[in-house]
């Protein structure tokens, strides 16, 4: 199975231990990259950790939480040869990966049920990027550092 990095800020980490879990259920490798609490951390940090693990080649891919999910992968995208989606659900995970090729998905601990991220998680996982007509897009997408 894939090595997949994981990390999160403080508003997240109860949806992360969740996610951690269920990939080691479907025997994948986790990098646990933190945070390992609520006590208060910023984003950023946790966000390039995930990113910078995913194109370093430490990891396959990332999965990212905050609040919103949307601070984490700002942070995450900035990271060259990121592709990092927030997702609210099983269809927007899927096809962060089929049309888009994410590499990291990001969620939100304040706007999606845990069981729903689980659900999201797996279809991404088992999602094969489409490629044909949108590989041009996501070459484009590599092409700006992202």
């Known amino acids: 199975m894939a090595t997949i990095a994981v990390g999160c800020d403080?508003?997240?980490?109860?949806?992360?231990?969740?996610?951690?879990?269920?990939?080691?259920?479907?025997?994948?490798?986790?990098?646990?990259?933190g945070t390992d609490s609520t006590e208060r951390v910023d984003y950023p940090d946790f966000g390039f950790a995930v990113a910078r693990a995913v194109a370093g080649g430490e990891a396959t891919a990332g999965v990212a939480v905050c609040g919103s999910g949307v601070g984490i992968a700002m942070a995450a995208n900035k990271v060259a040869g990121i592709r990092a989606a927030t997702?609210?659900?099983?269809?927007?995970?899927?096809?962060?990966?089929?049309?888009?090729?994410?590499?990291?998905?990001?969620f939100g601990e304040?706007?999606?049920?845990?069981?729903?991220?689980?659900?999201?998680?797996?279809?991404?996982?088992?999602?094969?990027?489409?490629?044909?007509?949108?590989?041009?897009?996501?070459?484009k997408l590599n092409a700006m550092g992202g």
């Open 10 to 33: 403080h508003a997240g980490y109860h949806l992360k231990e969740c996610l951690v879990a269920e990939l080691r259920t479907l025997g994948h490798k986790v990098l646990d990259l």
């Open 87 to 106: 997702v609210h659900d099983v269809e927007s995970a899927r096809l962060s990966k089929a049309h888009n090729d994410a590499n990291v998905l990001c």
């Open 110 to 139: 304040r706007v999606i049920d845990p069981e729903v991220a689980e659900e999201a998680l797996r279809a991404w996982l088992d999602e094969d990027f489409e490629g044909g007509r949108h590989d041009a897009r996501v070459a």
